[in-house]
T-cell receptor
Framework: EPEVTQTPSHQVTQMGQEVILRCVPISNHLYFYWYRQILGQKVEFLVSFYNNEISEKSEIFDDQFSVERPDGSNFTLKIRSTKLEDSAMYFC????????????FGPGTRLTVL | QQQVKQSPQSLIVQKGGISIINCAYE??????FPWYQQFPGKGPALLIA?????SEKKEGRFTISFNKSAKQFSLHIMDSQPGDSATYFCAASNNAGNMLTFGGGTRLMVKP
């Protein structure tokens, strides 16, 4: 069964450093998402991406964040200058269609900022 | 306006019992209501979803009840099993957008 994959599974970084989280969405999906989950809290939407453009973003997704689809398979989230409060689990998701289609989540990348 | 409120935060049920988790929303533009199941160390996985044109949807032991006028929806897990022990999240989105707004989650423990 096709699945969303994410690398690395765990990333430890120093405050102020740049990190890139990588995702490979399901191959025939057209819509891509990043969510985050701070430990013990709810899942929060960051950004959605379609046709090489951001289609929606939340207040969390400020200028420190960027997304890119560098090739036909990868989808990345970059945090330019990490802060302690960026420590969270980051989930990538993808869907075939928009507007309420099932979003399939990857296993997540645990980001720890020291 | 965008919030989805979920209760209870945690739930302990005996094997074979019924687990009930409730969610309430405010945004009347929401028209898609999925429930996700999350096991420790894993990403959320879609369990069942409903749209507001029906009041109930059943898939196996899992049922969503939807009350549009009250802006509430709930998940019922019949014959709860220890393997159902996980965190459950309700969510909502509108057809015009892709953003899922999640509830706070319910940690379910089913005792053998």
């Amino acid at each position: 069964e096709p699945e969303v994959t994410q690398t690395p599974s765990h990333q430890v970084t120093q405050m102020g450093q740049e990190v890139i989280l990588r995702c490979v969405p399901i191959s025939n999906h057209l819509y891509f998402y990043w969510y985050r989950q701070i430990l013990g809290q709810k899942v929060e939407f960051l950004v959605s991406f379609y046709n090489n453009e951001i289609s929606e973003k939340s207040e969390i997704f400020d200028d420190q964040f960027s997304v890119e689809r560098p090739d036909g398979s990868n989808f990345t989230l970059k945090i330019r200058s990490t802060k302690l409060e960026d420590s969270a689990m980051y989930f990538c998701a993808s869907s075939e269609l928009a507007g309420g289609d099932t979003q399939y989540f990857g296993p997540g990348t645990r980001l720890t900022v020291l | 306006q965008q919030q989805v409120k979920q209760s209870p935060q945690s739930l302990i049920v005996q094997k074979g019992g019924i687990s009930i988790i409730n969610c309430a929303y405010e945004n009347t533009a929401f028209d898609y209501f999925p429930w996700y199941q999350q096991f420790p160390g894993k990403g959320p996985a879609l369990l069942i979803a409903i749209r507001p044109d029906v009041s109930e949807k059943k898939e196996g032991r899992f049922t969503i009840s939807f009350n549009k006028s009250a802006k509430q929806f709930s998940l019922h897990i019949m014959d709860s099993q220890p393997g159902d022990s996980a965190t459950y999240f309700c969510a909502a989105s509108n057809n015009a957008g892709n953003m899922l707004t999640f509830g706070g989650g319910t940690r379910l423990m089913v005792k053998p």
